[in-house]
């Protein structure tokens, strides 16, 4: 699995968690997270110029094999026990992941045509490092339950 993110990590609190939960994954997946340029400044160029810019980088990167999943609040709603089952089963037919956090402008159409599934954190909107954060905890969470862990102590 990869993840992709527009823009920087910029509060001490996000990349703390967001490595520890990167270091607890280590057991059950291998996961890199990648930092994509943002596309530009709002003030100096238009929304779909910022996210074409985007999109290009993004289509650059992204492997032909992965199955592009967009983390956006009109995406599909699971629980954490069916976001476990999607995971495992993308692993059972070797499937490989790639989620990625939109920019703030969020994702150009072409993104968006170009997915495989849009998935919703929440119906609330979350600055891409919360949204980052809270995808590694769930991550962890659906490792914890498809191997049959314990998850809350």
């Known amino acids: ?19 520890r939960y990167h270091e607890w994954l280590k057991p059950y997946t ?15 160029m238009s929304k779909e110029e910022i996210q074409k810019k985007e999109s290009d ?8 094999a992965e ?6 609040e009109h995406g599909k709603m699971y629980s954490s026990m069916a976001f476990s089952s999607f995971i495992e089963e993308a692993r059972v037919y ?24 849009t998935i ?10 919360m949204a980052l954060l809270i995808l590694y905890e ?4 659906a490792m914890k339950i498809i191997k049959g862990e314990q998850y809350h102590y």
Do not use: P, W
Request: proline share 0%; net charge positive.
């Open 1 to 19: 699995m990869r993840i992709f993110y527009f823009g920087s990590l910029k509060t001490k609190f996000a990349k703390t968690g967001i490595r």
């Open 30 to 44: 291998n996961l890199s997270l990648v930092g994509l340029s943002s596309g530009g400044d709002i003030n100096k």
């Open 57 to 64: 980088e993004l289509f650059k990167k992204k492997k032909e």
């Open 67 to 72: 199955a592009l999943i967009l983390l956006d």
């Open 94 to 117: 070797s499937k490989k992941l790639l989620f990625c956090v939109g920019g703030y402008t969020g994702f150009h159409k072409s993104v968006i045509n170009k997915s495989d599934k």
């Open 120 to 129: 919703s954190l929440s119906r609330m909107t979350f600055t891409h490092e």
């Open 138 to 141: 769930q991550i962890y969470r």
